[in-house]
């Protein structure tokens, strides 16, 4: 199984052209981001083709019309010929049967562009819990998944033991991993190296594990994983100083390659 590490744009600083070098100089395959400014697209597009990386567009729906919004944006997605696409779609407050209209019309416009989309476990979102995207996935079996479980150890303050029937309904839904540490008061961890956050690492790790599985099963040859720890705000930092208590980059570095090394040793 091949895997290819995407780096996030979240929290990087510098001119867009320095955050493009520092990923290709770390040896990331890609980018995965929001779309660019319309007064940055012409650099951003002459910058993945210059570094040689692939691009993993991210879209975010927006009401009163979630589907409009998605149709929208995945039509300027594809104009930048990215390798996937990553949604955060609908609202965790509409009602059930409005969400299952909106997936059903997300599908269908997936098959119409002939480009994957997965659908993020975000919070916020209609996948927001893991009991709802299993009912969802049942509703509509077209959809695909970004997984980032981090979400839903939040939202369920646990580390999803009493989930898996539900986790096991998603592995093979899943066509991109967002590789972020989550434990049970929060979406990230201050620091998956640390040994007392190893029990959620290894509770991440082994359904990753089983996502890279499902693929293997389904003949598949190729996992995208994005190690997305986010900066402050997601990122732990010291009272009074707001100082991080770890370096992002280092964080999301270390991640990805656990990740890929990991597979290296099985």
Same mark, same amino acid.
């Given at each position: 199984?091949? %895997?290819?590490?995407?780096? +996030?744009?979240?929290? *990087?600083?510098?001119?867009?052209?320095?955050? #493009?070098? =520092?990923? /290709? $100089?770390?040896?990331?395959?890609?980018?995965?981001?929001?779309?660019?400014?319309?007064?940055?697209?012409?650099?951003?597009?002459?910058?993945?083709?210059?570094?040689?990386?692939?691009?993993?567009?991210?879209?975010?729906?927006?009401?009163?019309?979630?589907?409009?919004?998605?149709?929208?944006?995945?039509?300027?997605?594809?104009?930048?010929?990215?390798?996937? %696409?990553?949604?955060?779609? +609908?609202?965790?407050? *509409?009602?059930?049967?409005?969400?299952?209209? #909106?997936? =059903?019309? /997300? $599908?269908?416009?997936?098959?119409?562009?002939?480009?994957?989309?997965?659908?993020?476990?975000?919070?916020?979102?209609?996948?927001?819990?893991?009991?709802?995207?299993?009912?969802?996935?049942?509703?509509?079996?077209?959809?695909?998944?970004?997984?980032?479980?981090?979400?839903?150890?939040?939202?369920?303050?646990?580390?999803?033991?009493?989930?898996?029937?539900?986790?096991?309904?998603?592995?093979?839904?899943?066509?991109?991993?967002?590789?972020?540490?989550?434990?049970?008061?929060?979406?990230?961890?201050?620091?998956?190296?640390?040994?007392?956050?190893?029990?959620?690492?290894?509770?991440?790790?082994?359904?990753?594990?089983?996502?890279?599985?499902?693929?293997?099963?389904?003949?598949?040859?190729?996992?995208?994983?994005?190690?997305?720890?986010?900066?402050?705000?997601?990122?732990?930092?010291?009272?009074?100083?707001?100082?991080?208590?770890?370096?992002?980059?280092?964080?999301?570095?270390?991640?990805?390659?656990?990740?890929?090394?990991?597979?290296?040793?099985?």
């Amino acid at each position: 199984m091949e %895997i290819k590490l995407f780096k +996030a744009l979240w929290g *990087m600083e510098g001119s867009l052209e320095s955050q #493009f070098e =520092r990923i /290709a $100089a770390a040896g990331y395959v890609g980018i995965e981001a929001p779309m660019p400014t319309l007064a940055e697209e012409e650099q951003f597009r002459k910058l993945l083709e210059k570094h040689q990386l692939d691009y993993i567009a991210m879209v975010f729906t927006q009401g009163p019309d979630h589907v409009t919004s998605f149709a929208e944006q995945v039509a300027r997605a594809v104009t930048f010929q990215p390798i996937s %696409i990553t949604s955060h779609s +609908a609202k965790d407050s *509409m009602p059930f049967e409005e969400q299952v209209e #909106f997936f =059903r019309k /997300a $599908a269908d416009i997936e098959k119409e562009y002939g480009i994957a989309i997965g659908h993020e476990t975000h919070r916020g979102r209609a996948l927001y819990n893991p009991w709802e995207t299993g009912r969802l996935l049942d509703a509509v079996p077209e959809i695909n998944l970004t997984a980032d479980y981090s979400h839903w150890c939040c939202v369920t303050e646990t580390t999803l033991e009493n989930q898996e029937e539900n986790l096991r309904k998603s592995f093979s839904r899943v066509q991109h991993i967002h590789g972020r540490v989550g434990y049970a008061q929060g979406p990230q961890v201050p620091d998956p190296r640390a040994p007392e956050y190893v029990h959620e690492l290894q509770r991440h790790m082994s359904w990753w594990d089983s996502i890279v599985q499902a693929k293997q099963d389904a003949g598949l040859t190729t996992v995208t994983f994005t190690p997305e720890f986010g900066p402050p705000g997601y990122l732990h930092t010291l009272p009074f100083t707001n100082q991080p208590v770890a370096d992002l980059w280092d964080v999301c570095l270390w991640m990805g390659k656990h990740f890929k090394g990991h597979y290296k040793s099985i």
